[in-house]
Structure formats: structure tokens, C-alpha cells
């Protein structure tokens, strides 16, 4: 068993303090009235309330100052400031607050106020510890830049940076959005089977797992395409499906093995519908999920990335057995087996053996979003609202290439 840090050491004695005064450390639950974000709104302008309001969460800040402590107190909707004095609590509640630590759950009951800073605040007339934290949170102003750890730890990424879980809201109001579309146009929402006896509907290597009971193999899909036109082909006119899919190969920031897939499929459409379908799609998603149809992308964003490395084992390996010609990394020429052109990165000119003009990118000019133009190394507006301005794909490669 490895060795408690001084941290977890401290830690652990207070929890054994606390069970010593007979105080339960970790109650079976809470009743509370309030959200901290409800809190704040209950008192909105005013300078106090009357009102008792009885809140829960996390310990993310603790102040003493003498006879009063101030305590900020994190759930999932916000926060909320906690101010504990002596006279209102007891003399052996007070001093209980000593066993607390950042990261300790806490629940408080008091009435609101607002301090001289403004700061909308629960004077707490009583409080009840709801579970004691072992572990120290990541430190506030250094955070949690571990990308491996907070990756493999992703509650700590949440409790670190407030801008994870921003992504992870959004993304909820994303599906949510989707869901209120599709079921608004008449699809039906199915389900499908996760575990098939044939990998199919996408080019894809399958993982593949062993049936006890059937004494045979399947696969996690790769696609839902085919038992969902199995269901248009059994009388559904339009059918959708979110769910997972998993794809055996490489790892990358821009592939995952297991991710979310959205397929739909509608009787008696042409893809001029599905096209149409798709455009109103994103344009109410982003309307509902961000309040406006227009997003502003910064120029790093949007510049391409260096190529897959084999030996990180991002992606499939970079360099082609038939010769095919490669993306060179940070303007270096790849080598070509047959003399063709490689794709030149930040701008940089490639050799061609023909003569012929090269695909730019990495902030190189791009096609104008619904005919506005486009910085080339800028930030970009993208405009989800309708009507979109459509392109062929020749119309595409020309207007990136230059190719009159």
C-alpha cells in the first residue's frame, strides 16, 4: 500500500475526529431549497432577503477572519458566499469549521444579503457536513495542466477548469436541440443493436468480442445505417438515431475510437431535402444552444494541424507503400515516389514535377462564408442562418486553389 501524503495524512485525521464527536462524515442525503444559482436570483438588486434559503455544494474557497469566516460553496449551477459568524452559530460549531478543507462538501441554511462588495451572500445559521473530502482539489491559479491526467481524470478536469464544463453543458444543449428538431419534422427516435454479427454501413476495422451463449463472434458497430433502413423498409417513413459507434483504429485529437453519430432517413427524399434538412438543422441547433446563429472561430483554430504521427500513434500512419505523396510537417518537402506534388503546409510552396498549383492552407484564403470575405489569417464569423450560399465541390477546389 503506498504511503498518505502529509495532505491525505491531516485529512484523515480530521475525518477520524469528526466520527469521534459522533458526527456522520458522509450523511445518506441532503434536503436542500435552493441552487446556488437560485440563491442569487432569490435576492436579485435587493441588499438582503428575508427569506430562508438552505443550499449545498463544494468547498472552494475558506477565509477566517476572528469571530466570522467567509466560504464559497460551488454546485452545479454556480456559486454562492457563505458568511459563518461565531454569535450565530455556537462557540463548538464554530470551531468545528477547523476540521473542514478545501474540496469538503458542505450544506447551509441561512438568509441572504449582500456584503459591501456587492457580493450576493448566506449568513448561515446552521450547517451540516456532507462528505469529507481525502484528496486536496488542484491547486487554484496553477490548475490541472496535466493533459494526460485530465484526460484519465476527467471529474478533475471538471472541478479545475470552468471552461471544461462549459463544453460539457454545451454539448448537452447541442443533443438537446437535436432531438427537439428531428422529433418537430416527425422523425422517430429507435434504437438499434449495439453488438452485431456484421461490421457494415461504413469502411471501418470493427472491435470485435466473443458471445459465450451463441459461441460466436460479433462486433461493436461501426455504423447505424443498415437496421435503420431495415426500419424504413418496414413502414417508419423517417427514423433517426444518436448513439455510439466504435472504429478500431487510430487515436487522435481529431478521431476517437468510440464517438457519437447522428444518422436519419426519410422516405420518399431526395438529398436536395436531406441538404435542406441539414441547413435548418444547424441553423436552429445554434440558435438554441448558443442564443445566436453566428460563431466567431480565432485564426489558430482554424489553422490545419501537422500531420498524424505513426510514432505517437495518432491516426494511421502518415507515409504510403504505394508511393503516394505525403504532408510534409512544418514546410519540411516529404519525399514523393512518384514526383507528384505534396500538400505544402503554413503556405509554403511544394515542389511540383508538373508544374501544377498547389492546394494552400493553414490560413491561406478560403471560401467566403455566405459571400462575406475572409481573413486569411484573422478571426472568422460563421454564419449558421439561412439561406446558405452552396457551392459544388469543383467550385470548391477552384476558389481554394486558384485555378481559373
Known amino acids: 500500500m503506498p504511503e498518505l501524503s502529509d495532505i491525505e495524512a491531516q485529512r484523515l485525521a480530521k475525518l477520524r475526529r469528526l466520527r469521534e464527536q459522533g458526527i456522520d462524515p458522509y450523511p445518506a442525503r441532503f434536503q436542500r431549497t435552493h441552487t446556488a444559482r437560485q440563491a442569487v436570483e432569490l435576492l436579485g438588486a435587493a441588499q438582503s432577503a428575508e427569506a430562508e434559503v438552505t443550499v449545498a455544494g463544494r468547498i472552494t474557497a475558506h477565509r477566517a477572519m476572528g469571530k466570522a469566516a467567509f466560504l464559497d460553496l460551488r454546485d452545479g449551477s454556480g456559486k454562492v458566499q457563505l458568511h459563518i459568524r461565531r454569535e450565530a ?5 464554530y470551531r468545528l469549521l477547523e476540521e473542514l478543507d478545501l474540496g469538503d462538501f458542505l450544506g ?7 456584503t459591501r462588495t456587492g457580493e450576493p451572500t448566506v449568513a448561515v445559521s446552521r450547517y451540516t457536513i456532507l462528505a469529507k473530502a481525502l484528496l486536496p482539489l488542484p491547486a487554484k491559479w496553477h490548475g490541472l495542466r496535466d493533459t494526460e491526467k485530465r484526460y484519465r481524470q476527467r471529474y478533475l478536469d471538471l472541478i479545475a477548469n470552468q471552461e471544461v464544463r462549459a463544453v460539457f453543458l454545451l454539448r448537452s444543449r447541442v443533443i438537446s436541440a437535436i432531438r427537439r ?59 433517426y438515431e444518436l448513439g455510439r459507434v466504435f472504429r478500431n483504429e487510430g487515436i487522435s485529437f481529431k478521431h476517437n475510437p468510440e464517438f457519437t453519430l447522428l444518422e436519419s432517413y426519410e422516405a420518399y427524399a431526395s438529398y436536395l431535402d436531406v441538404m435542406a434538412m441539414v441547413e435548418e438543422l444547424l ?26 504521427s505513426e510514432h ?26 512518384r514526383g507528384e506534388p505534396t500538400i505544402p503546409v503554413r503556405g509554403e510552396p511544394a515542389p511540383s ?28 464569423t460563421i454564419d449558421f442562418g439561412q439561406p446558405w450560399r452552396r457551392v459544388t465541390f469543383r467550385e470548391a477546389v477552384r476558389a481554394a486553389s486558384g485555378i481559373a
Open 89 to 93: 452559530i455556537g462557540d463548538a460549531a
Open 108 to 114: 447551509a441554511t441561512g438568509t441572504l444579503f449582500r
Open 181 to 239: 428538431f428531428l422529433d418537430g419534422r416527425g422523425f422517430l427516435e429507435v434504437e438499434t443493436p449495439v453488438l452485431v454479427p456484421v461490421a457494415a454501413g461504413a469502411h471501418a476495422t470493427p472491435f470485435v468480442t466473443h458471445h459465450e451463449a451463441l459461441d460466436r463472434d460479433l462486433y461493436l458497430r461501426i455504423a447505424t445505417e443498415l437496421y435503420l433502413k431495415r426500419l424504413i423498409i418496414g413502414g417508419f417513413d423517417k427514423v
Open 283 to 308: 441553423a436552429y441547433v445554434t440558435k438554441e444552444a448558443l442564443g445566436t446563429t453566428r460563431i466567431e472561430v480565432p485564426s489558430e483554430l482554424r489553422r490545419a494541424q501537422g500531420p498524424p
Open 312 to 337: 505517437r500513434g495518432e491516426g494511421e500512419p502518415a507515409p504510403s507503400a504505394r508511393g503516394e505523396p505525403t504532408i510534409p510537417a512544418r514546410g519540411e518537402p516529404a519525399p514523393s515516389a
Open 353 to 380: 514535377v508538373r508544374g501544377e498549383p498547389t492546394i494552400p492552407v493553414r490560413g491561406e484564403p478560403t471560401i467566403p462564408v455566405r459571400g462575406e470575405p475572409v481573413e486569411p489569417r484573422g478571426d472568422q
